[in-house]
């Protein structure tokens, strides 16, 4: 039986990134810089083996005990920072890529497909069911068989994302954000708003307020 071994995901720095030849990139780095790339990579093939375990094993988890939770989630994501909560299942494709910041909370079945930088603001809050795909195929189906490309997607702090909310690639989210349930967001989202639908779309503006404030 051949199984493949588990190995995190090294992310290359975008310093690293600028100092090189894209001719000369990897699969690996072609990913991160939102290049086509080729998923069946056996780097890549590896990486999404560690992530598959490691949500597996937080997924399976005893909701008594915190602390190996956290533990798990800190070995597997990007940055997992002070009092995030996630709640099981979880579902990632590599994890290196998802960066939290402190006091995000994300409830039951949250999907992050992270081929590329996912990154969530403080205290933002994600409801049931959220979906973040960076991850996009070719529209032309020759291209699809063997390739994909990845954008990144960041959400500011304090943000509500509704039930079941799917937020497409290279999408930004500004700060004090709601998003209403089941909502499709496709384009840029302004701070202090509130967006609802498939296409999502600005229903209310907010007052701004100084969230640096605590």
């Known amino acids: 039986m051949n199984l493949i071994e588990p190995k995190k995901l090294q992310v290359p720095s975008k310093d690293s990134l600028k100092a090189k030849d894209p001719l000369d990139y990897d699969e690996v780095e072609k990913m991160q810089a939102s290049m086509l790339y080729n998923a069946m990579d056996d780097t890549l093939v590896k990486a999404r083996a560690f992530a598959k375990v490691m949500c597996k ?74 979906h973040l795909y960076t991850a996009g195929h070719p529209v032309d189906p020759i291209k699809r068989r063997s390739q994909e490309f990845g954008k990144p997607i ?8 509704g039930g079941n909310v799917v937020i497409l690639p290279g999408i930004t989210i500004g700060d004090g954000v709601t998003i209403g349930a089941a909502s499709v967001v496709t384009k840029d989202i302004e701070s202090f708003c509130v967006a609802v639908g498939n296409p999502a779309r600005v229903i209310k503006k907010l007052e701004k307020v100084d969230l640096h404030d605590e």
Do not use: Q, T
Not at 115 to 128: Q, R, T, V
Not at 154 to 161: A, Y
């Open 154 to 161: 960041k959400i500011g702090r304090d943000c509500w994302i």
């Open 57 to 130: 094993a937080f997924n399976e988890s005893s909701p008594l005990d915190i602390e190996s939770r956290n533990e798990i989630l800190s070995k597997l994501l990007g940055k997992f920072s002070p009092g995030c909560y996630i709640e099981p299942p979880f579902y990632c494709d590599y994890g290196s890529n998802i960066h939290l910041d402190d006091f995000v909370y994300m409830n039951h079945g949250c999907v992050l497909l992270d081929i590329n930088e996912i990154i969530i603001g403080k205290g933002s809050f994600l409801a049931p069911g959220v």
